[in-house]
């Protein structure tokens, strides 16, 4: 018997919901410092209000709310609480030694949500998350000193690799690196995942998303949507695809172009639409679901969801749009070498 739960059965019928913005909707509670501390780090010597991970620990109840009005928009996806739950970002805090226990706690919460309405025809899934870092393996911060970097390959590695330990321990279906700016990062988060695989734990599958930072059409660090599928293809993820960054609208070309390139499934989970001048996010519901039905009917994607500024109204909207509509069909593997840079040579194709 198949198992009910095997997410590649169900992502070959229908089109994936994954949930919205974790952020947007801890900002709807206006936490203060004293929220963030809770009892437990009433003393902790160094301010932590923003450290929205450490709301997994100090209000569990806030974090499983969110993940259960998500659940009722129509998500099939929970992301957990952790994208900045790794030693690196965790340092501006003082709480690095709190990212296991945060990893573990926020599948905790994430599953616990799922399990209370999944049914055998409709499961749900947990997608442990894994952020960029505040940091970058490609760029220096010193324009005076090109070579300089304040984080080398080694330190990501092991900071992902025990963000990913943390959420494998705790049962996350699903591993997703997201908002990828620099693929060398991800390429350390991916490093440290194969190097678990090494020691014997059953790694889940992989979901690898990236952004492209403006209308350019390329990541920060300079790559092109189908350089960026050719440097992480062989970590052979679930998915592979885009979120943040851009409103569905600026999105759409460079989806469609991963999904050219890609042989596996596309993702895409755009922000609420380009950030106003406050910072919020204007987009409707009704304006994403649009964009979004769109992508689905013109065979683009086989995940959706949302990112910044994305509420459970946006979730819902986005779930009815691409509901009953066929989800893309997976490519052969191209059977030539591929190489990337900032742009993907493949070896044997027209110049």
């Not at 709807?28 to 209000?49: C, I, L, M, N």
């Not at 499983?64 to 957990?80: N, Y």
């Amino acid at each position: 018997m198949p198992d009910t739960r095997d997410i590649t059965i169900h992502a070959a019928r229908r089109i994936l919901v994954l949930d919205g913005a974790m952020g947007t909707m801890i900002q709807q509670s206006k936490p203060d410092e004293a929220t963030y501390r809770g009892d437990r780090f009433a003393g902790h010597k160094q301010d932590v209000g923003g450290n929205n991970e450490l709301l997994s620990l100090t209000q569990p109840d806030m974090i499983r709310q969110i993940h259960v009005d998500f659940l009722a928009a129509g998500a099939d996806i929970l992301c957990t609480n952790t994208f900045g739950a790794n030693a690196i970002s965790q340092a501006d805090y003082g709480m690095e030694d709190l990212v296991h226990e945060m990893n573990v706690e926020s599948v905790r919460l994430a599953r616990e949500a799922a399990e209370a309405v999944a049914t055998p025809d409709r499961p749900r899934w947990v997608a442990g998350g894994i952020g960029p870092t505040n940091q970058t393996a490609s760029i220096s911060p010193d324009v005076n000193d090109p070579g300089f970097r304040t984080v080398t390959f080694d330190q990501l590695a092991e900071a992902y690799g025990a963000a990913a330990r943390g959420l494998i321990e705790g049962g996350a279906d699903l591993i997703l690196i997201e908002t990828i700016f620099d693929t060398l990062n991800a390429k350390a988060a991916i490093y440290a995942i194969e190097t678990l695989r090494d020691e014997g734990i059953a790694v889940p599958p992989l979901m690898i998303s990236g952004t492209i930072t403006d209308r350019s059409g390329r990541t920060l660090t300079g790559q092109t949507p189908e350089a960026f599928w050719a440097s992480v293809s062989h970590a052979r993820p679930f998915s592979v695809g885009l979120n943040c960054a851009l409103g569905a609208g600026e999105m759409r070309q460079h989806v469609r172009t991963l999904s050219q390139v890609a042989d596996t499934r596309v993702s895409a989970y755009p922000n609420a639409g380009l950030p106003n001048e406050m910072g919020g996010y204007d987009e409707t519901p009704e304006q994403m679901a649009e964009d979004l039905g769109e992508w689905a009917a013109s065979g683009l994607v086989n995940i959706v969801g949302g990112c910044c500024g994305t509420t459970p109204e946006h979730i819902g909207a986005i779930a009815k749009a691409v509901e009953g509509k066929t989800p893309r069909a997976i490519p052969e593997k191209v059977q030539r070498m591929r190489l990337s840079g900032l742009e993907m040579f493949e070896a044997g194709s027209a110049a």
